[in-house]
Structures are given as C-alpha cells and as structure tokens.
C-alpha cells in the first residue's frame, strides 16, 4: 500500500512540476528582452520544440491563400527554408485557418486522407500540432511542429493548451513589434512636412499626443482616444495628470521632469490610466522632449500601446504558478507527514536521522535514540474500537510533543510506535525527558482506559561515525532497549548500552 501511495505522489509531483516548467517557460519567453523580432521567433521555436518533444518548429505568415514560412527551427537538415512561399491549401495548416483553433495529428501515414497529403508525401511528417497566431483581432499566421515520428499515444491536453499560450504570447510578441515599428515610423514622420506627420500621426495604430511642457494635451489621436475612453475635445481640455492613476502620477512626472532638465533623452513606464467611465487601463508610455534650434523645450511626444490583455495574462501565469507552488509545498508536507498524529512520519524521519548523524560529531556532543512503545496496544484497540484506538495514538503524540524539547525531530515510526531524535543531548539528559514523557502519558484521564508507554534510549557519542552501519546499530541498541523495558514489566525506561565506535 505504501508503494502504490508513493508512485502515486510522485506522479502528482511530476505532473505539476512539468506544468511549472510550461508557465516559467512561458512568461520567460512573453517578457524576454529579445533584440528583435528574429530573436523572438528562435526562442519561441525552441521553447516549444522542447516542452513538446517535437524536431521542427515554424513560424507563418498567412496572407490571402500563401503561406509564407517566417522562421524554422529543427535539430537536423529540412527543405523548408524561411523566406519559402507555399498555396496554403498544400498545408496542414490550412485546417487550422479554415476551423480557427488549433489542431493536432497523431500519425498521418494511418489517416485515409492525409497519408496522401502533399505535406506527407513530400516530407514525410507523420505528427503535427499548430495554434493560429492572433495579431490585433486578426489571424497573422500559424505557430506549428512537426515529427517525423508518430506521436504516441497522442497530444496531452497540457501541451495542446500549453501550445494556444505560446501562440497567444508570439501573437503579443508580434504586436508589440508591430507597434515599436510603427512609433519608430511615427517619430521619424515628426520631421516631415506638416500634412505627412498629421496624417501618420492621427492613423497610427498606438494612441499618440503632443503635450506641452505643464501636462496639458495639444494634440490626440484616434487610438488614445478609444484607449481613454474620451472623445478628442474632450481630452485637449485636461492633462494628463488627470487621467493618471494617482499611484503612478508621482513616477511619471520625476521623469518628466528629468527628460525637462537634460538628464535622460526620453523614458518608457508601465502605467494605468483612468477611463472616462471610471475604470483603469493597462497602458506603456513611451514619452520624448522636441527642443527648439536653441534647445529650448517644444512640447513632449507621447506614445501610449494598450497592454492591458499582456497585465492580464501575465497575472493569469502568476496565479498559476503560486497554485502549482501551493499544491508542491502541500504534497511535500503530506510525503513527510503522518495523517493521524500530525508528526513526521516514518520516512521523514529517517532522512532526518541521516542529516543529523552526518553533522552530529562537529557539534561536540552526543545525540539520543528514544524510540517509544504504547503498552498492549492491540488489546486496547480490540477492546474499545479503532477510534478509541486513533484517539489514544493522538492524544500520546501530543503528550510527547509538550514534554519533549522543541528542536527535537519526533515520528510516529510504526503502528503505535513512535520516535524521537534529541540532538546535541546528552544520555542523562534524554533519560530526564524520557522518564517526564512517561510520567506524562501514565497521567492522561481522558481516554476510555489509562495507557502507559515503554522506552529504550541509545546514545551516539561524537567520534563514533556517521555512516549507515552506525545508524542500523543505534537503531538495534534503541530497540533492544525498548525491549528491555516490555520485558521488565512494561511502563518503563530503559537504557541501551553505547554502541561501540
């Protein structure tokens, strides 16, 4: 019974602890400073190819019915190259545009259809997975791997799911680019004629506004506006500090201030703003100083891209993560703990047992066995029943946890056996506690029948070894201890003789 539990933890701990490497690996590559857009494509490739165990990973571009390859990644040769253009419909891809979702294949050489497909009778792969890649509420393109190998016994749910979330991330990555680009585009337009700035300015796809020196707005765009929720006139009424979330209004003027004074040339916050109706909104700023001839301060250029969906998922990852790391730190608890008593259990303290005999002759002083037996136990539980019997056992481990020192590691080590490591104690001192423990138990009132307890005591002197031959003879030395005093009348304690060095 014990094995069954244990495979059955560890396949729980298996299971989360590979779900926690999906959501690192995620929100690695989601706020991963990648120098550009090429980067990001290798890194999302890679990322995938290893949480899913596929050899090739590819990156598309759908436009009308081309599918254009943007980035491949694999461990070997391919013929795909990036920069190839092929008719979406000789694609596996093309049911994934077609039904707008994800789609996997197990084995394509087994399918009617598609073991004459294009793909399987020019390149062979027989298991496929791919997640369209939303750009700004538009399919850009696919995420997709492929195995010449067949995938047995198949996709998990995890790793389709994991799959959408990394084309979720790429399909922000992309945005984000999409826009640093366009206000690059928009900034270099600010030294155009007048009419080419007005018109990339009030088209471009990122809220923009010229502000004067004091934070009042000279100029919006259509995006900042649906990004506030006010309509133009009535931003160029106000400043920004009035639609500024007040936790963040003082960041956001210090480094105005600073861009005013020389000292830094531009500056880039995450910050919320305040909605007409009264909600917050997720927004990166991105500000720069236009100077006069005399470097005399014009007015300020403001970028402003909605991330509102980018805060979202990044908090969605985060939560996940603290309930994967919740549920890991409780089922390390339960591997160490013994249900009924609450006190480590068997496994538990033995790990401990190694720890501490291991450092014990470095600290000078001796450490005691104290191994624990309640009296005729079995006759106790035949004759007032298992509760009454889980009651006794319950209220003896609490007995033992007052009168014991608190630093000391104590276990429930068998049925109605119990154990107790004293560390840095001497014998005489152990033998105290013991005898108190003893008293103690003999004194509870509150169980149908008064239950005594047997002890053997073993000490390990500093200098007498720390490996496994040491721990089985401290271990017998206990025990025959304990032994010992059920053979001399039971409720009592006795000590073992020190096992040789």
């Known amino acids: 019974m014990m094995m069954v539990t244990e495979l059955f933890d560890h396949s729980i701990s298996d299971a989360s602890g590979l779900q926690a490497e999906r959501l690192r690996e995620l929100h690695r590559v989601l706020v991963a400073p990648h120098p550009n857009v090429e980067a990001a494509y290798a890194d999302v490739i890679a990322t995938g190819r290893h949480i899913l165990d596929m050899k090739i990973g590819m990156i598309s571009r759908i436009v009308d019915d081309r599918y254009d390859v943007l980035a491949v990644g694999s461990d070997g040769e391919i013929d795909i190259r990036a920069g190839d253009s092929f008719p979406l419909a000789n694609t596996y891809c093309a049911e994934v545009i077609a039904r707008l979702r994800s789609v996997s294949i197990d084995c394509a050489g087994d399918n009617t259809f598609l073991c004459v497909h294009p793909v399987y009778l020019r390149y062979g792969f027989e298991s ?89 707005f000279l100029k919006v765009n259509r995006a900042l506006c649906r990004i506030c929720g006010y309509e133009e006139h009535e931003l160029l009424a106000i400043d920004f500090q009035k639609i500024t979330d007040p936790e963040h209004l003082q960041t956001d003027l210090s480094l105005l201030e600073a861009v005013l004074r020389g000292e830094r040339e531009d500056y880039r916050i995450e910050k919320r703003y305040i909605r007409k109706d009264g909600s917050l909104v997720w927004a990166e700023l991105s500000v720069s100083l236009v100077r006069d001839e005399d470097g005399g301060p014009l007015y300020f250029v403001s970028q402003i891209q909605n991330i509102d969906d980018q805060k979202a998922l990044l908090a969605e990852l985060e939560a996940q993560k603290a309930q994967v790391e919740d549920v890991n730190r409780r089922l390390e608890r339960l591997a160490s703990t013994d249900s009924l008593t609450g006190l480590a259990n068997r496994r538990a303290f033995m790990a401990r047992f190694e720890e501490e005999l291991a450092r014990h002759e470095a600290l000078g002083k001796s450490l005691c066995l104290v191994l624990i037996d309640i009296d005729h136990f079995k006759r106790f539980n035949d004759h007032f029943g298992h509760p009454a019997g889980d009651e006794a056992l319950r209220r003896v481990a609490e007995e033992m946890a007052n009168h014991l020192p608190t630093d000391c590691l104590l276990a429930r080590h068998g049925g109605e056996e119990f154990a107790a490591l004293l560390t840095a104690t001497e014998i005489h001192d152990a033998l105290a506690r013991a005898e108190e423990v003893r008293d103690a138990v003999a004194g509870i009132t509150d169980l149908p029948s008064p239950v005594t307890i047997s002890i053997g005591l073993a000490s390990c002197a500093p200098g007498s070894g720390h490996d496994d031959l040491s721990r089985a003879e401290l271990i017998a030395a206990a025990d025959e201890a304990l032994y010992c005093a059920k053979e001399a009348g039971r409720n009592r304690v006795e000590v073992a003789r020190r096992p040789k060095a």
């Open 128 to 216: 496929y997975a791919a997640a369209p890649v939303w750009v700004n509420g538009r399919i850009y393109g696919t995420l997709a791997f492929v195995d010449p190998r067949k995938r047995l016994p198949g996709f998990g749910e995890g790793e389709v799911e994991f799959l959408e979330m990394m084309a979720t991330a790429l399909g922000r990555i992309l945005e984000r680019n999409i826009a640093d680009r366009d206000r690059r585009l928009a900034e270099k337009r600010l030294g155009e004629a007048a009419r080419l700035f007005g018109t990339a300015f009030d088209q471009a796809p990122i809220g923009m506004a010229l502000v004067s020196t004091d934070g009042r």
